[in-house]
C-alpha cells in the first residue's frame, strides 16, 4: 500500500463519489478506480459498497479510514516535530479560509489572535475554495480551518467550533431592475437569473441554496453556476440577477443591495481542526475570545 493509495481512498471516503473525488485529485475517475481495486485486492476486502446511484463504506471500509485520518494526523505531528528538533524550519502555523464574498471583518481578527497566541511562530494563511481547503486540513497543510457549516459536517477525527452566525439575503445590484421595485417582495425575485457557486466547488453550499430558494418559493427564471465568488460578484455588479449570500456582501459593495431573509435562512461560520494537533485543547479556549463573539 502507497501513500498516494491512502489519498485516493480518504478522497472517495470523504465524498462518496468517484467522479468528485478524480476531480479534487486532479486525476481521471478510471484511474482512481483502477487505485481503488487494487488496494482492495490487496487489503483482500471490499471497501466500498458501489452502485449505479450511490457508494458507499464497507464496515470495513469505515474503520480503515478512522485509522488512516489518525495515522496520517500522527505522521503530520511526527514532522513537525523532528523539524523543530533539529531546527530546521520555523515553527508555521497555517489557516486556511474559504474564499468567501465577506470575510474581511472577521478574518484579520482571527488571524492577528494567533500571531499573538503563537509567538516565534509564523502564522500564514490561505484562502481558496471548499474543496481545496477541505484537503489541505485532510493532509495536513493546514492547522486550523475557517468554513461554513452547511450541514455536512461530521468528521470525527475534526474537532468544530461554532464562531457566529451569518444572515441570509437575497443580493442584488442597483443596476438591476429589482432596484427600482418599491416595495420590493420575495415575489418580484420570480422569473429573475439565480446565480450559485457549482455543485463541484461544495455540493452541500449548493444544495443548501437551492433548497432555499425552494421554501422561499422564488421560482428562477433559470439558474448559472458561476465559476468561482469572484466572476458571481461581478456579474451581481453588473446587475445581472440576484444570488443567495450573506448581508455583509452588499455592506461591503456600495453597488449592491440585500433584500433581509429570517434567522432560518443564516449559515453558521466555524472552526475546525484536527483533534490529533498539538494545539487543540489551546484552540479550542484561544477561540472563545470576546473579540470573536461579538461579530
Not at 458501489?50 to 474503520?63: D, F, H, I, P, Y
Not at 487543540?280 to 484561544?286: G, T
Request: hydrophobic share 40%; aromatic share 8%.
Amino acid at each position: 500500500m502507497r501513500l498516494l493509495q491512502i489519498d485516493y481512498f480518504l478522497a472517495v471516503a470523504e465524498t462518496l463519489n468517484f467522479t468528485s473525488a478524480a476531480s479534487q485529485l486532479y486525476i481521471s475517475q478510471p484511474a482512481l478506480s483502477k487505485q481503488i481495486a487494487l488496494l482492495e485486492k490487496e487489503l483482500g476486502v471490499k471497501l466500498f459498497y458501489r452502485s449505479s446511484r450511490k457508494v458507499e463504506l464497507t464496515e470495513a471500509g469505515r474503520q480503515f479510514e478512522t485509522d488512516l485520518r489518525d495515522i496520517r494526523g500522527q505522521l503530520e505531528q511526527a514532522k513537525k516535530r523532528v523539524m523543530q528538533m533539529g531546527g530546521t524550519a520555523v515553527p508555521q502555523f497555517r489557516m486556511a479560509c474559504y474564499d468567501g464574498a465577506a470575510v474581511d471583518d472577521f478574518l484579520p481578527q482571527i488571524f492577528e489572535l494567533f500571531r499573538r497566541k503563537l509567538p516565534g511562530t509564523e502564522v500564514s494563511l490561505f484562502r481558496g475554495n471548499f474543496p481545496e481547503n477541505w484537503k489541505a486540513l485532510d493532509e495536513g497543510n493546514a492547522d486550523l480551518l475557517l468554513t461554513l457549516n452547511t450541514g455536512d459536517l461530521q468528521h470525527e477525527s475534526c474537532t468544530v467550533k461554532h464562531l457566529f452566525k451569518r444572515n441570509a439575503a437575497l443580493i442584488y445590484s442597483k443596476r438591476s431592475a429589482l432596484a427600482g421595485k418599491d416595495p420590493l417582495t420575495i415575489s418580484d425575485f420570480d422569473s429573475e437569473l439565480f446565480l450559485i457557486l457549482p455543485e463541484k466547488m461544495d455540493i452541500s453550499l449548493y444544495r443548501m441554496g437551492i433548497k432555499n430558494l425552494r421554501l422561499l418559493g422564488i421560482q428562477p427564471e433559470r439558474i448559472l453556476e458561476e465559476e468561482n465568488f469572484v466572476t458571481l460578484l461581478t456579474d451581481l455588479s453588473v446587475g445581472k440577477g440576484f444570488a443567495l449570500l450573506t448581508e455583509e456582501v452588499a455592506e461591503q459593495r456600495p453597488g449592491l443591495c440585500a433584500y433581509m431573509l429570517d434567522d432560518s435562512y443564516g449559515v453558521d461560520v466555524v472552526a475546525m481542526w484536527k483533534k490529533t494537533h498539538v494545539l487543540a485543547a489551546e484552540m479550542e479556549h484561544w477561540l472563545m475570545a470576546p473579540e470573536l463573539q461579538e461579530q
